[in-house]
Each structure stands twice: as structure tokens, then as C-alpha cells.
């Protein structure tokens, strides 16, 4: 038995077995992913073969289960069309290549958890922003929206990274799970540079202080931001967090940004996967321009550059 295929068990090991739709052109991937979850004890109950008959069947079956699509088979648009019409439905892109047996177990079983419920009334003036791994950026696009906002304050979670400047107006405050409930009283805007996550559900279960400071994030915030880079790395993590993110009761509406844009061909793929992913939900792309990160709007400035357009763009949502 291969090290893969005995991760991939240990990934379905316990609990019950789950239920799935496959909605893939290529009838061998079909056959190798039904294949892979029948072996794990878990059940196909329905093959679809167009958009038409997936969105009949889900109309017809209003139940907790995943679909497994491939990205041919549905076009974009009616994924976020979908994804807004069958909230309880989970959708997950297969692809032949890169096919990990482990990795899309181990998923899809991360999947089926009990929906986390917000215990806390949102603060108006409160939005967080976090994002993925790898340095996307988190810092950065909270200190120049911060630096859009009269008065605003920026509340920052220490975790030992190296913070860069925030504008000269914006007033700073660290924090901690024990002075919280003291710095949400504030009246000004509140922006809070929560951190990232890598994996949602497992981080708010997390009972370390980084865990603690996610949920404070998610439970008091009435406006959230996700940040992620724009690279491979950056789409994986987007596309388990949104997966994540659907399985939260009353979350705080959210804003994805896809910052560090570039425009090579390598670039204009990740592009179109980010555009594809978020379909249907609000988001802004952030062009790369190292020469901008720490310079903020100046009511004297005789132009504005792509860069900072996109800060005001963002911060004018938010308003």
C-alpha cells in the first residue's frame, strides 16, 4: 500500500460517510475520484452530466452534501451563481493535474463539520483583515486603508513579524484576548490586522492566543477583508477558505482581495483562477507596485497611480 493511500484512509478514518455529487467531463477523472471516495466508504448519489441537470438536482434535493466539479464543466459565472443559490452546498474543483488522492480526502473530510456560529453582536466600526500564509500583504492593505479614514485606529495582533509603517495619522494599539473588550469601545474606525490562516475551521478551534484573536475577528467584526498573494499558493489556500467560510452561521459580509498583481502569463492564470473562485462575490485586485507600499494619499498629490486608486476603490466600499 502505497504512503498515499494510507495518509488518504487515515483522512476518512472516522466519522460518518459523506455524501457527494461529480460534475466531470473527462469520464477516466470521474471514474478515478468516484472510485477513490466509494473505497472510503462514502457514496455517490448522483453523476452530473450538464448545468442544467446539477441545478435541477440540487433544486429538487435541498441537502448538506459537495460537489465535485471540474473547472469544464461549468463556466464561472453560474459557479458563483450557484454558490449564492445552494448555500448549503459545498463546491470543489478536481483537476487531473496535480491529482493528490491524499490531499482531496483530507479536504473534502475537513469539510463536513458543524456550521460555527458568531456569539457576538458586530461592531459597526470594526473591520478585520486577514488572509493566507506567505506574507499576502495583510499589514500593508490595512495601513493604507487605515490611512483613508479620519482618525482611524489600527489594532494589531503581535505575532513576532516585523510590522511595516503604518501612515502618521493612524493611531496603533496592539492586541491581546485580555484587553479586547476594552479597545472595541473606541469610536473611531477600526481596522484590525487579524493575521492570516491557513486552514479556517481548525484555526478557530485553535485555543492559542492566534486562534482566540481569529475568532474575535470573525465574531465582532461587521465588515471582513481576505488578503491572499498572487500566486499558486495563495489560490489553494483561497480556495479551501471560501469552502471554510461557507459552513459559518451570520459571518460578517466579506471582501477578497487579490494583492501583489502581476500581469505575465504565468500571472494572468492565477488571474483567472482568482476571478473564477470568487465569482459571484466581492473582491478587488491590487496591482504589485513595491514603490507604493509605504507612501499614503496626500490631499496635494497632483496624480493618483493605479496602486493607490485601488485603496480608494476599496476604502469607498467599505465606507
Excluded at 458543524?114 to 486577514?130: A, D, G, K
Aim: hydrophobic content about 40%; proline content about 4%; some cysteine.
Amino acid at each position: 500500500m502505497s504512503a498515499a493511500t494510507t495518509k488518504s484512509r487515515k483522512a476518512l478514518s472516522t466519522g460518518a460517510a459523506l455524501n457527494f455529487v461529480t460534475a466531470i467531463v473527462d469520464s477516466e477523472l470521474e471514474a478515478t475520484t468516484a472510485q477513490l471516495l466509494y473505497s472510503h466508504g462514502n457514496n455517490i448519489i448522483f453523476r452530473a452530466l450538464t448545468e442544467d441537470s446539477l441545478e435541477k438536482y440540487l433544486l429538487q434535493n435541498n441537502l448538506n452534501l459537495q460537489v465535485l466539479y471540474s473547472s469544464d464543466f461549468i463556466s464561472s459565472k453560474n459557479l458563483g451563481r450557484f454558490r449564492a443559490k445552494f448555500t448549503k452546498v459545498i463546491f470543489k474543483e478536481v483537476s487531473e493535474q496535480g491529482f493528490d488522492p491524499a490531499n482531496l480526502l483530507s479536504e473534502v473530510s475537513q469539510k463536513d463539520r458543524q456550521p460555527l456560529v458568531r456569539s457576538s453582536t458586530p461592531i459597526s466600526n470594526l473591520i478585520s483583515v486577514i488572509g493566507t500564509s506567505g506574507s499576502p500583504g495583510i499589514s500593508t492593505i490595512t495601513n493604507q486603508l487605515a490611512a483613508r479614514v479620519d482618525q482611524a485606529v489600527i489594532f494589531y495582533f503581535n505575532n513576532h513579524l516585523i510590522r511595516p509603517d503604518a501612515a502618521p495619522a493612524s493611531k496603533l494599539s496592539e492586541a491581546t484576548p485580555t484587553n479586547w473588550p476594552e479597545l472595541i469601545t473606541r469610536s473611531e474606525q477600526i481596522f484590525f490586522d487579524a493575521g492570516c490562516t491557513s486552514a479556517l475551521t481548525s484555526t478557530l478551534s485553535d485555543r492559542r492566543i492566534s486562534g482566540l484573536m481569529l475568532n474575535q475577528a470573525l465574531n465582532s467584526s461587521s465588515k471582513l477583508l481576505y488578503v491572499l498573494k498572487a500566486d499558486t499558493a495563495g489560490i489553494s489556500q483561497l480556495s479551501r477558505f471560501i469552502n471554510d467560510y461557507a459552513n459559518l452561521i451570520a459571518p460578517p459580509t466579506i471582501t477578497y482581495i487579490l494583492n501583489q498583481q502581476r500581469f505575465d502569463a504565468k500571472a494572468r492564470l492565477i488571474n483567472s483562477q482568482f476571478l473564477s473562485i470568487v465569482a459571484g462575490q466581492k473582491y478587488f485586485q491590487v496591482p504589485f507596485d513595491y514603490s507604493e507600499v509605504g507612501k499614503y494619499p496626500a490631499k496635494k498629490a497632483l496624480f493618483a497611480t493605479t496602486f493607490s486608486k485601488q485603496f480608494d476603490a476599496i476604502a469607498k466600499s467599505l465606507a
